[in-house]
Protein backbone atom coordinates (compact mmCIF):
# COMPACT_ATOMS: atom_id res chain seq x y z
CA UNK A 1 0.00 0.00 0.00
CA UNK A 2 1.71 3.38 -0.79
CA UNK A 3 2.02 5.40 2.14
CA UNK A 4 0.27 8.84 1.96
CA UNK A 5 0.64 11.46 4.64
CA UNK A 6 -1.67 14.31 3.45
CA UNK A 7 -4.61 14.97 0.99
CA UNK A 8 -7.17 17.36 0.38
CA UNK A 9 -10.86 16.40 0.63
CA UNK A 10 -14.96 18.47 0.54
CA UNK A 11 -17.72 17.33 2.63
CA UNK A 12 -21.07 18.04 2.05
CA UNK A 13 -24.02 17.38 5.29
CA UNK A 14 -27.38 16.77 3.61
CA UNK A 15 -29.64 19.37 3.52
CA UNK A 16 -32.94 18.65 6.02
CA UNK A 17 -36.40 17.30 4.55
CA UNK A 18 -39.30 20.36 3.95
CA UNK A 19 -41.92 20.21 6.51
CA UNK A 20 -45.22 19.34 4.69
CA UNK A 21 -48.77 22.26 4.51
CA UNK A 22 -51.32 19.21 4.67
CA UNK A 23 -55.23 18.52 6.29
CA UNK A 24 -56.91 15.32 7.19
CA UNK A 25 -59.33 14.07 4.42
CA UNK A 26 -61.47 11.20 5.69
CA UNK A 27 -65.00 10.10 4.56
CA UNK A 28 -67.23 11.49 7.54
CA UNK A 29 -64.55 13.57 9.03
CA UNK A 30 -65.15 17.46 8.26
CA UNK A 31 -62.38 20.07 9.08
CA UNK A 32 -59.92 17.18 10.24
CA UNK A 33 -57.33 19.96 10.67
CA UNK A 34 -53.63 20.07 9.61
CA UNK A 35 -51.53 17.36 9.59
CA UNK A 36 -48.55 17.68 7.72
CA UNK A 37 -45.63 16.64 9.09
CA UNK A 38 -41.52 17.71 9.99
CA UNK A 39 -39.22 17.29 7.80
CA UNK A 40 -36.62 14.47 8.57
CA UNK A 41 -32.79 15.91 9.69
CA UNK A 42 -30.15 15.74 6.55
CA UNK A 43 -26.89 13.49 7.64
CA UNK A 44 -23.97 14.59 9.14
CA UNK A 45 -20.10 13.97 7.82
CA UNK A 46 -17.75 12.84 10.98
CA UNK A 47 -14.31 11.32 11.40
CA UNK A 48 -13.19 8.76 13.52
CA UNK A 49 -9.86 7.73 14.17
CA UNK A 50 -8.88 4.50 13.59
CA UNK A 51 -5.53 2.34 14.64
CA UNK A 52 -6.11 -0.39 11.71
CA UNK A 53 -5.32 2.37 8.90
CA UNK A 54 -2.04 3.91 8.90
CA UNK A 55 -2.41 6.22 5.56
CA UNK A 56 -4.28 8.64 3.90
CA UNK A 57 -4.59 7.02 0.73
CA UNK A 58 -8.34 5.95 0.87
CA UNK A 59 -8.47 9.90 0.55
CA UNK A 60 -6.62 10.79 -2.24
CA UNK A 61 -8.89 9.77 -5.02
CA UNK A 62 -12.09 9.91 -3.03
CA UNK A 63 -11.77 13.61 -2.52
CA UNK A 64 -15.73 14.35 -2.05
CA UNK A 65 -17.92 13.27 0.39
CA UNK A 66 -21.55 13.39 0.69
CA UNK A 67 -24.63 12.61 3.15
CA UNK A 68 -27.93 12.27 2.62
CA UNK A 69 -30.58 14.48 2.23
CA UNK A 70 -33.83 13.91 5.07
CA UNK A 71 -36.85 12.93 3.57
CA UNK A 72 -39.43 15.83 3.51
CA UNK A 73 -42.74 15.28 5.81
CA UNK A 74 -45.57 13.97 4.44
CA UNK A 75 -49.64 13.92 6.04
CA UNK A 76 -51.60 12.29 8.41
CA UNK A 77 -48.79 13.32 10.63
CA UNK A 78 -46.05 11.33 8.83
CA UNK A 79 -42.91 12.84 9.40
CA UNK A 80 -39.80 12.38 7.21
CA UNK A 81 -37.22 9.65 7.66
CA UNK A 82 -33.57 10.95 8.87
CA UNK A 83 -30.73 10.33 6.70
CA UNK A 84 -27.73 8.36 8.05
CA UNK A 85 -24.67 10.23 9.09
CA UNK A 86 -21.60 9.60 7.28
CA UNK A 87 -18.47 8.52 8.97
CA UNK A 88 -14.84 8.99 7.77
CA UNK A 89 -12.08 6.60 8.61
CA UNK A 90 -8.89 8.19 9.10
CA UNK A 91 -5.82 6.90 11.09
CA UNK A 92 -4.67 7.75 14.52
CA UNK A 93 -2.71 10.89 14.13
CA UNK A 94 -4.37 12.72 11.68
CA UNK A 95 -5.19 17.14 11.84
CA UNK A 96 -7.65 17.96 10.09
CA UNK A 97 -7.45 21.82 8.90
CA UNK A 98 -10.41 24.10 7.32
CA UNK A 99 -8.47 25.32 4.27
CA UNK A 100 -10.86 28.69 4.31
CA UNK A 101 -10.76 29.97 7.36
CA UNK A 102 -7.20 27.90 9.15
CA UNK A 103 -9.01 26.30 11.82
CA UNK A 104 -7.91 23.12 13.32
CA UNK A 105 -11.04 21.15 13.60
CA UNK A 106 -9.54 18.19 15.40
CA UNK A 107 -6.52 16.54 16.39
CA UNK A 108 -6.91 12.91 16.19
CA UNK A 109 -4.76 11.25 18.93
CA UNK A 110 -6.79 8.20 20.28
CA UNK A 111 -7.93 4.96 18.63
CA UNK A 112 -11.84 5.66 18.16
CA UNK A 113 -11.76 8.90 18.53
CA UNK A 114 -15.12 10.65 16.64
CA UNK A 115 -15.67 14.72 15.50
CA UNK A 116 -17.97 16.39 13.57
CA UNK A 117 -17.12 17.85 10.39
CA UNK A 118 -19.88 19.04 8.95
CA UNK A 119 -23.39 19.25 10.55
CA UNK A 120 -26.45 17.83 8.49
CA UNK A 121 -29.13 20.47 7.90
CA UNK A 122 -32.69 20.93 10.45
CA UNK A 123 -35.98 19.42 9.38
CA UNK A 124 -38.63 22.10 8.28
CA UNK A 125 -42.04 22.12 10.47
CA UNK A 126 -44.90 20.84 8.96
CA UNK A 127 -48.32 22.62 9.54
CA UNK A 128 -49.53 20.88 12.69
CA UNK A 129 -47.03 23.31 14.70
CA UNK A 130 -48.58 26.26 13.21
CA UNK A 131 -52.33 25.63 14.28
CA UNK A 132 -53.58 27.68 17.29
CA UNK A 133 -57.12 28.71 18.23
CA UNK A 134 -56.94 31.54 16.44
CA UNK A 135 -55.10 29.64 13.22
CA UNK A 136 -56.79 26.23 12.82
CA UNK A 137 -56.22 25.92 8.93
CA UNK A 138 -52.46 26.73 8.89
CA UNK A 139 -50.99 26.70 5.67
CA UNK A 140 -47.60 27.95 6.53
CA UNK A 141 -44.62 25.36 6.62
CA UNK A 142 -40.93 25.88 6.64
CA UNK A 143 -38.34 24.36 4.68
CA UNK A 144 -35.35 22.44 5.95
CA UNK A 145 -32.05 23.92 6.21
CA UNK A 146 -29.06 23.71 4.23
CA UNK A 147 -26.43 21.22 5.22
CA UNK A 148 -22.60 22.54 5.97
CA UNK A 149 -19.85 22.29 3.42
CA UNK A 150 -16.06 22.40 3.84
CA UNK A 151 -12.78 21.91 2.58
CA UNK A 152 -10.62 20.32 4.59
CA UNK A 153 -6.78 19.71 4.53
CA UNK A 154 -6.04 15.59 6.05
CA UNK A 155 -2.46 15.43 7.48
CA UNK A 156 -0.29 12.68 9.08
CA UNK A 157 1.68 12.45 11.62
CA UNK A 158 2.33 9.30 13.17
CA UNK A 159 2.50 9.13 17.21
CA UNK A 160 5.59 8.16 18.45
CA UNK A 161 7.80 8.31 21.50
CA UNK A 162 11.07 8.57 19.72
CA UNK A 163 12.42 9.71 16.49
CA UNK A 164 15.11 9.18 14.02
CA UNK A 165 16.85 11.50 12.39
CA UNK A 166 20.21 11.51 10.17
CA UNK A 167 21.39 11.30 6.53
CA UNK A 168 20.47 9.11 4.01
CA UNK A 169 22.56 5.91 4.49
CA UNK A 170 23.43 6.82 8.19
CA UNK A 171 21.98 2.95 9.32
CA UNK A 172 18.71 4.61 10.73
CA UNK A 173 16.62 1.68 9.07
CA UNK A 174 19.02 -1.03 10.15
CA UNK A 175 19.21 0.21 13.67
CA UNK A 176 15.39 0.11 13.87
CA UNK A 177 15.68 -3.78 12.66
CA UNK A 178 17.94 -4.01 15.40
CA UNK A 179 15.95 -3.34 18.19
CA UNK A 180 12.16 -3.75 16.84
CA UNK A 181 10.20 -6.06 15.00
CA UNK A 182 10.18 -3.86 11.94
CA UNK A 183 11.73 -4.37 8.69
CA UNK A 184 12.01 -1.64 6.75
CA UNK A 185 14.27 -1.78 3.52
CA UNK A 186 17.84 -1.67 4.06
CA UNK A 187 20.22 -1.36 1.30
CA UNK A 188 24.33 0.14 0.74
CA UNK A 189 22.56 3.67 -1.28
CA UNK A 190 21.14 6.62 0.34
CA UNK A 191 17.72 7.01 0.39
CA UNK A 192 16.44 3.39 0.44
CA UNK A 193 13.52 4.43 3.00
CA UNK A 194 11.12 6.47 1.05
CA UNK A 195 8.32 7.02 4.00
CA UNK A 196 8.03 6.36 7.40
CA UNK A 197 8.48 3.14 9.77
CA UNK A 198 7.30 2.66 13.13
CA UNK A 199 8.59 -0.06 15.56
CA UNK A 200 7.66 -1.06 19.13
CA UNK A 201 11.03 -1.86 21.10
CA UNK A 202 10.07 -4.17 23.60
CA UNK A 203 12.18 -3.91 26.90
CA UNK A 204 10.08 -5.96 29.05
CA UNK A 205 6.99 -7.98 29.06
CA UNK A 206 5.35 -4.65 30.38
CA UNK A 207 7.91 -1.84 28.63
CA UNK A 208 7.56 -0.82 25.39
CA UNK A 209 7.79 2.32 23.41
CA UNK A 210 7.38 3.39 19.86
CA UNK A 211 9.93 4.26 17.24
CA UNK A 212 9.98 6.63 14.25
CA UNK A 213 12.08 6.62 11.25
CA UNK A 214 11.57 8.90 8.30
CA UNK A 215 13.46 9.19 4.77
CA UNK A 216 16.89 11.38 5.70
CA UNK A 217 17.59 14.67 5.28
CA UNK A 218 20.30 16.32 3.23
CA UNK A 219 21.78 20.15 3.16
CA UNK A 220 19.58 22.04 1.04
CA UNK A 221 16.30 19.90 2.04
CA UNK A 222 14.88 23.28 2.85
CA UNK A 223 14.66 24.23 -1.00
CA UNK A 224 13.47 20.43 -1.41
CA UNK A 225 16.81 18.49 -2.27
CA UNK A 226 16.28 14.74 -1.84
CA UNK A 227 13.14 14.48 -0.09
CA UNK A 228 12.95 17.73 1.13
CA UNK A 229 11.11 18.56 4.43
CA UNK A 230 7.93 16.76 4.00
CA UNK A 231 8.54 13.87 6.51
CA UNK A 232 9.67 15.97 9.08
CA UNK A 233 5.96 16.74 10.44
CA UNK A 234 6.21 12.92 12.12
CA UNK A 235 8.21 14.07 14.12
CA UNK A 236 6.84 16.49 15.75
CA UNK A 237 4.72 14.55 18.14
CA UNK A 238 7.74 12.30 19.61
CA UNK A 239 9.50 13.00 23.02
CA UNK A 240 12.88 12.08 22.04
CA UNK A 241 15.21 12.44 19.00
CA UNK A 242 17.84 10.35 18.37
CA UNK A 243 20.32 12.46 15.95
CA UNK A 244 21.91 9.54 14.17
CA UNK A 245 25.69 10.37 12.44
CA UNK A 246 27.74 7.56 10.51
CA UNK A 247 31.43 7.60 12.08
CA UNK A 248 32.45 5.78 9.39
CA UNK A 249 31.57 7.03 6.24
CA UNK A 250 32.12 5.11 2.78
CA UNK A 251 33.21 7.98 1.03
CA UNK A 252 36.38 9.76 0.76
CA UNK A 253 36.10 13.32 1.76
CA UNK A 254 33.28 12.64 3.45
CA UNK A 255 33.15 14.91 6.87
CA UNK A 256 30.63 13.45 9.41
CA UNK A 257 30.77 16.65 11.68
CA UNK A 258 29.78 18.69 8.76
CA UNK A 259 27.02 16.27 8.00
CA UNK A 260 25.28 16.14 11.74
CA UNK A 261 25.71 20.23 11.54
CA UNK A 262 23.95 20.17 7.67
CA UNK A 263 21.02 17.60 9.55
CA UNK A 264 20.49 20.44 12.67
CA UNK A 265 20.19 23.84 10.66
CA UNK A 266 17.88 22.08 8.06
CA UNK A 267 15.70 21.42 11.21
CA UNK A 268 15.81 24.53 12.86
CA UNK A 269 15.07 25.99 9.29
CA UNK A 270 11.83 23.47 9.37
CA UNK A 271 10.57 24.27 12.70
CA UNK A 272 12.04 25.76 15.97
CA UNK A 273 10.16 23.63 18.20
CA UNK A 274 11.41 20.72 16.49
CA UNK A 275 15.23 21.94 16.96
CA UNK A 276 14.79 22.35 20.56
CA UNK A 277 13.00 19.27 21.40
CA UNK A 278 15.39 17.05 23.77
CA UNK A 279 18.04 15.24 21.21
CA UNK A 280 20.69 12.28 22.16
CA UNK A 281 23.40 11.97 19.41
CA UNK A 282 24.24 8.19 18.46
CA UNK A 283 27.24 7.46 16.48
CA UNK A 284 26.97 4.53 14.54
CA UNK A 285 29.01 1.57 12.30
CA UNK A 286 31.81 1.43 15.10
CA UNK A 287 32.07 -2.18 13.43
CA UNK A 288 33.96 -0.34 10.66
CA UNK A 289 36.13 1.26 12.77
CA UNK A 290 40.04 0.07 14.18
CA UNK A 291 40.71 3.10 16.06
CA UNK A 292 36.81 3.77 17.14
CA UNK A 293 37.77 5.09 20.71
CA UNK A 294 40.22 8.02 18.91
CA UNK A 295 37.46 8.62 16.44
CA UNK A 296 34.70 9.19 18.74
CA UNK A 297 36.24 11.26 21.63
CA UNK A 298 37.71 13.46 17.99
CA UNK A 299 34.09 13.51 17.05
CA UNK A 300 32.96 14.70 19.85
CA UNK A 301 35.48 17.39 20.48
CA UNK A 302 34.05 19.27 17.33
CA UNK A 303 30.33 18.31 17.86
CA UNK A 304 28.84 19.31 20.93
CA UNK A 305 25.42 20.40 20.12
CA UNK A 306 23.21 17.09 22.37
CA UNK A 307 22.28 16.20 25.66
CA UNK A 308 23.57 12.49 25.59
CA UNK A 309 25.49 10.47 23.26
CA UNK A 310 26.06 6.99 22.98
CA UNK A 311 28.31 5.32 20.37
CA UNK A 312 26.38 1.78 18.52
CA UNK A 313 26.56 -0.87 15.89
CA UNK A 314 23.35 -1.51 14.74
CA UNK A 315 24.32 -4.22 12.01
CA UNK A 316 25.71 -6.86 14.86
CA UNK A 317 23.65 -4.92 18.12
CA UNK A 318 26.32 -3.31 19.74
CA UNK A 319 25.43 -1.07 22.40
CA UNK A 320 21.75 -1.24 21.32
CA UNK A 321 20.09 -2.81 23.89
CA UNK A 322 22.11 -0.08 26.50
CA UNK A 323 20.39 2.77 24.36
CA UNK A 324 17.15 1.03 24.30
CA UNK A 325 17.18 0.89 28.00
CA UNK A 326 18.11 4.41 28.91
CA UNK A 327 15.24 5.63 26.38
CA UNK A 328 13.26 3.61 28.45
CA UNK A 329 13.87 5.39 31.79
CA UNK A 330 14.25 8.64 30.18
CA UNK A 331 10.39 8.16 28.58
CA UNK A 332 9.67 6.75 32.40
CA UNK A 333 10.84 10.08 34.22
CA UNK A 334 8.99 12.55 31.42
CA UNK A 335 6.09 10.61 31.73
CA UNK A 336 6.34 10.76 36.17
CA UNK A 337 6.82 14.34 35.34
CA UNK A 338 4.16 15.11 33.60
CA UNK A 339 1.70 13.10 35.91
CA UNK A 340 2.95 15.28 38.77
CA UNK A 341 2.55 18.66 36.86
CA UNK A 342 -0.93 17.78 36.04
CA UNK A 343 -2.06 16.80 39.53
CA UNK A 344 0.06 20.23 40.82
CA UNK A 345 -2.35 21.74 38.12
CA UNK A 346 -5.27 20.41 39.50
CA UNK A 347 -4.64 21.31 42.66
CA UNK A 348 -4.35 24.86 42.03
CA UNK A 349 -7.73 24.66 39.94
CA UNK A 350 -9.22 23.55 43.13
CA UNK A 351 -7.36 25.93 45.49
CA UNK A 352 -9.02 28.82 43.44
CA UNK A 353 -12.73 27.43 42.87
CA UNK A 354 -12.57 27.72 46.81
Not at 53 to 59: E, P, Q, R
Not at 281 to 293: F, I, M, P, Q
Not at 330 to 341: D, F
Request: hydrophobic share 35%; glycine share 12%.
Amino acid sequence: MKFIDESKIEVFAGKGGNGTASFRREKYIEKGGPDGGDGGRGGSVYAQADRNINTLVDFRFARTHRAKNGESGRGSDCYGKGADDVVLRMPVGTVITDINSGEVIADLTHDGEKVLLAQGGIGGLGNIHFKSSTNRAPRQCTPGTEGETRELQLELKVLADVGLLGMPNAGKSTFIRAVSAARPKVADYPFTTLHPNLGVVRVSHEKSFVIADIPGLIEGAAEGAGLGHQFLRHLARTRLLLHLVDIAPMYEGTDPVAEARAILNELKKYDQSLYEKPRWLVLNKLDLLEDREEKVAAFLKQFTDFDRHFAISAINGEGCKELTYAIMEYLQEMAAQEQQAAANSAQETDAGTI
